[in-house]
């Protein structure tokens, strides 16, 4: 049989697998073309075009159907993504085992400001701070693919206290103010908890934006998570050998004391420091598995330090871990730092392998992007922008499962999706090029992401 056959046979199927779980049967055809949508070349995959793509002799009917279905309809994000991952985890598991859950979050830059969680924030995308929505996911990884298989919307201070916004856009009653950081732990222990879900308790990666937060760090310790995440190099660390003073003798008078101590020459550094203080022997290059250009490598060295937090030092010395550093050669400082618990006797190559296999967060953000749509859908509304983005992962998996059923997993190779010619003449809603016939057709607020 030809493979577009085999190909086009498992998208079917897959489809069917997540029809099962969104309920009425009138929600099967609708999810079965926007998944079709997502994955068909365009350069828009927002309703409208993707509508035009699929059913170009309805378009205006199909239009409806797309956007009711993606904006109103309540079927479960969970339960799809639940699908999702049975789907795409085994297929992934044949090049090797899951060996991380990679937290991160990705900005949407928007033009309007009605969009649920639009706000004046940092943007990564941009380098800067603009007008986004931005999204924290937390994805499973090993070293030939990975995947998102939870995701939720920040919801800024500004939009969360403002009940009108959050009526207009029905944002639930129980989702008030979290930070990037709780929300990421939220995600994970749902993931844990579910029993189906299938996700093992593998070492937690993330960048400084969540590695800087002492909470988080703690938390994912609670949870008997191991970690490996940035930190910034004003990060404060008890070098090795070195800590908090303890608790002077009691004298017999008052409380006994119990806080460990600090004075003029003991003292942390902080981590930029340390590293420059380290002996030339300390620095090895180390090669790891990098993008489609082959292998990298790079200097490193690695320590084993005390976190320095002042009020966390109350309740005792924090217990030791790893801080891994990485100096190119020729700069003038280290470009990268991560700190780890990772067990004590984990060989260096094999602690910088776990360290950069988040860069692969990076490419799927890229390829749900720009491949998929995550950051088209131009609706404002809470349930929408979620069944929006879950859908994109679906259809972001069936690309991955793919993948790897080549041997060797090919990164950049797309399964085709026939679908019908677009009408001649057809212009998206919003495009430059769109004829306006009536003050009606002008959308006064455009919400479509900025920059497309």
Known sequence: MD?????????????????????HADRHQPLSHYCTGLLVPGRRKSVEPMAARICPSRVSAEHQSLLHFVGQSPWSDEAVLRVTRQYALPVMERHGP??????????????????????NQYCGVLGKNHNCQVA??????????????????????????????????????????????????????????????????????????????????EGLTQRGLTYVVGVSKTTTVWPPGTGPLPAPPYSGRGRPPTRPRRNKEQQPTNALDLAR???????????????SDGDKSGRFAALRVRPAHVKRERKGALPEQWLLVEWP??????????????????????????AKLRWQIERDYQELKQEVGFGHYEGRGWRGFHHHLTLCIAAYAFVLAERARLSPPDPRRAPPVEVPPLPRGFRPRGSPAAGRTSPADVDPDDDSVAGT
């Open 277 to 291: 203080s380290l002996p030339e022997q300390a620095w090895q290059t180390v090669a790891w598995r990098g993008g």
């Open 136 to 217: 924290v996911s937390v994805s499973v990884a090993n070293q030939s693919a990975s995947l998102p298989v939870a995701h939720r919307l920040y919801l800024p201070k500004s939009w969360a206290s403002d009940s009108e916004r959050r009526r207009k856009t029905k944002v639930p009653d129980d989702v008030g103010f979290a930070t990037k950081w709780q929300i990421a732990l939220s995600l994970i222990d749902d993931l844990l908890r579910d029993e189906e879900a299938k996700v093992p308790r593998e070492c937690v990666l993330a960048d400084a934006g969540y590695g800087d937060c002492l909470e988080f760090r």
């Open 98 to 119: 899951v060996e991380a859950l990679i937290v991160d979050d990705t900005s949407i830059p928007k033009k309007g400001k009605h969009s649920v969680g639009v706000a």
């Open 3 to 23: 493979e577009k056959i085999r190909r086009s046979e498992r998208f079917g199927q897959f489809v069917d697998q997540l029809a099962a779980v969104i309920g």
């Open 329 to 354: 050669q020729g700069d003038d400082e280290p470009a990268k730092y991560w700190l780890s618990t990772q067990p004590a006797d984990i060989a260096l190559d094999d602690l910088v392998r776990k």
